[in-house]
């Protein structure tokens, strides 16, 4: 009896394949490149950063021997990189909360009934559309020391006597970037909450303000509850989107001045294309891409547990 279910299972699975194999070839040159152009480099990725892979010591002798987790020690036991760290969480950190507060006031106001509503939406896009190195550039210009717009205004009020370096300056520099992120960034969040609103039924709007539910009560009762859910899925997108940011940093203060604005990213680029250090940048990068999978496990448990419901 066994032996005759093995037999069938074998022959369903024959003829699954044979069923789906035009489907197969179809997506074989994807499923190819991905591993080529992804899989593969991050295994290459994850050898190097158990070897001895300095290039200003190619010529030793213990030039490409297995190093063991000496690179993961010499990177948790520096301080510079234990600072890219902190700075990751607090750019990571403040970059959502000030979107997501800013991305729910603009799409709170976008889903009421104005007038030019569509056209306000789009220019409401406009950061996200516009590439990253002219986001960059424009914010050089509006921080710069003689022609930038803030600048300009601060001397005027008399709160600055000359021009300041915003992205010189070491107290400075952390917060001007994150600004240029959350105006480059936040349209993001906020397509996701405005599609989240739009299916909040305004019936439920009219019956409260007939009970005399003020709009705070309305949006603490009504709104939050029926968007928390897309709205936790798109945070936790938005989290891995600006974790992994970093041309807005690189662009902008390349991770200066005195690394006041080094995250992990910046730091394994360092090490690698300045430094030529690849054993140290591979085992920065392994813990990177540590961070990112747990983020996009979450994500996508999130994702699974909306659809079962």
Not at 269 to 293: E, L, N, P
Request: glycine share 6%; net charge positive.
């Amino acid at each position: 009896m066994k032996a005759k279910t093995k037999n069938m299972k074998l022959r369903l699975k024959e003829y699954s394949f044979q069923q789906n194999k035009h489907g197969y070839m179809l997506i074989a040159p994807a499923v190819i490149a991905i591993i080529l152009l992804s899989i593969y480099p991050l295994l290459q990725g994850i050898c190097i950063s158990f070897l001895n892979y300095d290039m200003t010591k190619a010529n030793s002798a213990t030039f490409g021997t297995l190093a063991g987790l000496k690179n993961y020690q010499v990177i948790f036991s520096n301080s510079k990189y234990r600072n890219a760290v902190a700075n990751s969480v607090v750019w990571t950190l403040v970059n959502i909360v000030a979107q997501l507060v800013l991305a729910m006031v603009v799409a709170l106001v976008l889903n009421e009934k104005l007038k030019g509503r569509g056209l306000f939406r789009t220019i409401a896009l406009l950061p996200w559309a516009i590439p990253a190195a002219i986001s960059a550039l424009t914010f050089s210009a509006l921080y710069d020391t003689k022609i930038g717009i803030f600048n300009v205004i601060l001397i005027k009020l008399g709160i600055l006597k000359e021009g300041f370096s915003f992205l010189g300056n070491v107290q400075t520099a952390m917060p001007a970037v994150i600004l240029a992120n959350v105006w480059k960034s936040t349209p993001f969040l906020m397509i996701f909450i405005l599609a989240a609103l739009q299916g909040v039924s305004f019936d439920m709007y009219e019956s409260a303000a007939i009970d005399g539910a003020g709009k705070l009560k309305r949006f603490l009762y009504i709104t939050l509850p029926n968007i928390k859910e897309p709205m936790a899925v798109a945070v936790i997108l938005n989290v891995i989107s600006i974790f992994n940011n970093f041309n807005a940093i690189w662009l902008l203060t390349k991770g200066g001045p005195l690394d006041s604005t080094e995250i992990m990213y910046t730091y394994a680029y360092r090490q690698a294309f300045v430094d030529h250090k690849f054993g140290y940048a591979a085992a920065t990068s392994v813990v990177i891409f540590i961070v990112i999978a747990i983020l996009t496990v979450i994500y996508v448990k999130m994702i699974a547990s909306d659809r079962k419901e």
